[in-house]
């Protein structure tokens, strides 16, 4: 069928639309030549022992070839519209769109209507995405992102998906951004605490302060904020991250998503670069001129930045920390360099754009002040290079010839001007708990082929549908260093279809094959979680894959298994653990069917899963 306006567009469509990208990235060309130095196996987890597999492994028929290491039976992949954990496992719904926070809203979701006005920002967001466990005062808390809303589905009948009156968009606007919500298990398991003081709803409305080197500058200012910065909402709410001091960060993605034009207009390079233009996915220009780039051009650099949320204060306000740089948030890996200084790593989720890294001038001790650590620093991007060393390309007024509000307003641009190295949509960023790396997922990049979009070392596969996850090792074991070594742990494939690259890497096989890695976490015992968001139709390049997916990693063997299939049509995004890490919490995002009451509208949900014999998963 035919889309016949931008609503019914995905977002990588909608970009697509808006501003077409090659076909081949920088990254694929460097993994290309680092492959005929090295051969296949050469770029694959260098110094670990992912690589001692071998070829034969593509082969393997069961998924228990590669799970010797996992404290689980790897599942089956799935295709219906249920939820698959391992025997000896368990899970119920912890949340779902709709479900109250607080007892006035309690029992007001409708199957068949859905969340009314009045009750929209006293209930769980819709779509949710990254989130954070926190202990409160011996509470536990959990801050998530609600990333986005389907109007087909949470808009009246009558609407047809397609927001009529401002009311309708309030509806929208209110079901996005994060909730922040005390959770506790009542003995019959985890369930929402009602009416927690902790309980609160974020907004694309909710009054923000912007902070760092961009607030009060021209770039932010408007006729409703003539000082830059006082900000309404947060959009498009991603991935998300921990601070080391205990404070949420939430990262806005596609926020271009939101501002059109109700007046054509030529667009600038910068406007082009974000995919400013035309009409937006929920028609809020039509009732809020805020979001109009003809009246209020200035309003959406006041968004793509990653804001800080303290979840043990529900009066506080969130702050925009533009230091860290506006581009296309997936998440924020906070670690620590070795002198002190914080270090943040930070991916723009577009078919070709770059991985960023932000450093403290400041540094930081357990009980010292907070204050600047995320305000005054330095912005870097990535270089890879085909030998598989890297670094990291400081992004000042003296590398760019721009000024500092400049080249953080338009991070994108400031990355071409020091050759930057283009990748395949750098989506989530884990670093390892108890060694000095870190992990991308690469999640894919259809495009990729031919002279506009080369391969590269680390994005080494022309049509690349399906993924793969880069790994980085700084230099002296100190994430402050500016040069690494980088390898890939993983190329996603179908060793049933393919026998060629597209098999994927040794460490996948007919057991536990995926596509598009999107999320990822490290739990306590330095395993690795990776969840997809790809193709599930089950059919030609991806025949035999199932639904989205949850596997663990073992970052040291390269072992891969699978643990957990979503229902048909959802995603997998968002992982967090209770304080004593007997139950995981899993983000279930836009499922299909009726998913999962069994009626009515599909509901996006956060799930409990845990051990029957209650031991530690996490």
Known sequence: MTKKTTLDLSWDEFDELRDPRPTRQQFDEVVDRAISRRGFLGVLAVGSGAAVFGSAMLGATSARAQAAAFKFEPVAAGTGFEIQVPKGYAWKPLVRWGDALVTEAKDSFSAETGVSLAMSDKVFGENTDGMELFEVDGKQVIAVNSEYVNPEINLPVEAEGTPRTAEEVQLLKNMQGVTVMEVADTGAGYGVVLDSPYNRRITNDTPMTLGGPVAGTDFVKTAADPDGRAVLGTLNNCGSGRTLWGTYLTCEENFNGYFGMTAEREQTPAEKRYGLKGESQYAYEKFDARFDLTTNPNEPSRFGWVVEINPADPKSTPVKHTALGRFKHENAEMVQAKDGRIVVYLGDDERGEFIYRYVSNGTWAEGQPTEGLLSDGTLYVARFNDDMSGEWLALTPETTGMTLPELLVYARLAGTKVGATTMDRPEWIAAHPAKCEAYCALTNNSKRGGEAMPTNAANPREANEFGQIV?????????????????????????????????????????????????????????????????????????????????????????????????????????????????????????????????GKPRSSVIAVWREDMATIG
């Open 471 to 599: 790994r980085w090792r700084p230099e002296g074991e100190d994430h402050g260093a500016d040069k690494f070594a980088w390898d890939l742990y993983v190329m996603a494939g179908n060793p049933n279809v393919h026998k060629d690259a597209f098999a994927g890497s040794p460490n996948v096989n007919a057991g536990n094959m995926f596509n598009s890695p999107d999320g990822m976490a490290f739990d306590s015992e330095g395993m690795l979680w990776i969840q997809t968001d790809g193709e599930d139709s089950n059919e030609g390049n991806f025949a035999g894959m199932g639904n989205n997916q949850m596997l663990v990693g073992n970052p040291e063997t390269g072992e891969i298994a699978r643990f957990l299939t979503a229902p048909n049509g959802a995603e997998v995004t968002g992982l967090c653990w209770s304080a004593d890490k007997k139950v995981a919490f899993v983000g279930i995002q836009h499922p299909g069917g009726s998913w999962p009451d069994g009626n």
